[in-house]
């Protein structure tokens, strides 16, 4: 398994949240979607570490983070956002955001407050309808699937997780991501995210798009089997002046497709706020 130390605690509403620190220099903070966890920016976050105070956490009841039998949707998620930029005394941070982290980020400025000095969206859940065939089917009967064998189990993960990648990915780079949803509570957890996934939490913000306050880009693999890149075209048309850029040969989850983009992309992008 990758080595992804996340060595502090961030209590929030009395559960564990891990998160790490690493780095100098303007904040620049990473947020993760479902259902993966920080590990997705193994190869994305220590090219800014000699530039930049890098943070990063996993979302509560994901990765290392608590798995709590309660509340872990969009709905609390933008919450927990909201605490660590000011535990960490960030006031205007770089933020890069993929999935249901995008949504997280979006939420966390609108709907919070919080000030960017820049967004960076991966492959956002942020417009109404979003959810695939497999959520939606969870969402109507988490109780079976929570209940399913382990084996079972071990099948299921990895083949919906290798549904947001591209390339031919070997199972030792994808036990990162499976390995927090196997035995119990990690397969509970699995199935609990999934049963929360409500639209109503994107369509809070969806309206207040044309009112962001910092610059934003839009990164989305073209090849996205979960969220489809037009997507991303239409969120362009929704936030004055942000930028869209399709990432050929990569599916949803492009930290692992083409990650060489992700950092060109936000190399090009961050320095531009550095000076204002």
């Known amino acids: ?57 996993d979302l509560l009841g994901y990765g290392q983070s ?22 960490w005394g960030l006031d205007r941070p770089d933020v ?23 967004l960076t969206l991966i492959d956002p859940v942020s417009l109404t309808p979003w959810g695939s065939p497999f959520v939606q089917h969870v969402r109507q009967h988490e109780a079976a699937f929570s209940g399913l064998p382990d084996y079972i189990q071990r099948a299921i993960v990895p083949t919906y997780i290798r549904g947001a990648i591209q390339r031919d990915i070997p199972d030792a780079e994808l036990a990162p ?4 949803w196997l035995g119990e509570p990690g397969q509970a957890a699995f199935y609990r995210q999934i049963a929360q996934m409500d639209e109503r939490y994107t369509r809070e913000a969806e309206g207040l798009y044309p009112t962001m306050r910092c610059p934003v ?28 850029h399709p990432i050929p040969n990569a599916g949803h989850l492009v930290q692992e497709d083409a990650p060489e983009a992700i950092v060109a992309a936000l190399m090009r992008f961050l320095p531009l706020q550095q000076s204002s």
């Open 1 to 57: 398994m990758t080595d992804w130390p996340l060595p502090q605690t961030y209590r929030f509403k009395g559960h564990a949240v891990r998160y790490a620190v690493r780095g100098d220099g303007p904040p620049l903070v990473f947020v993760h979607g479902t259902p993966f966890s920080s590990c997705v920016w193994h190869r994305i976050a220590p090219h800014f570490i000699t530039t930049h105070r890098v943070h990063y956490f």
């Open 66 to 87: 608590e798995k709590v039998d309660g509340d872990v949707s969009l709905g609390v998620q933008n919450e927990l956002l909201s605490q660590l930029l000011e535990h």
């Open 96 to 118: 890069v955001a993929h999935d249901f982290g995008g949504a997280t980020a979006l939420r966390t400025h609108l709907l919070n407050g919080k000030d960017y000095r820049s």
């Open 177 to 180: 991501y499976v390995q927090p």
């Open 217 to 244: 880009q839009i990164l989305w693999g073209e090849d996205d089997q979960w969220i489809p890149v037009e997507r991303g075209r239409a969120l362009q048309q929704m936030i004055p002046g942000a930028q869209f």
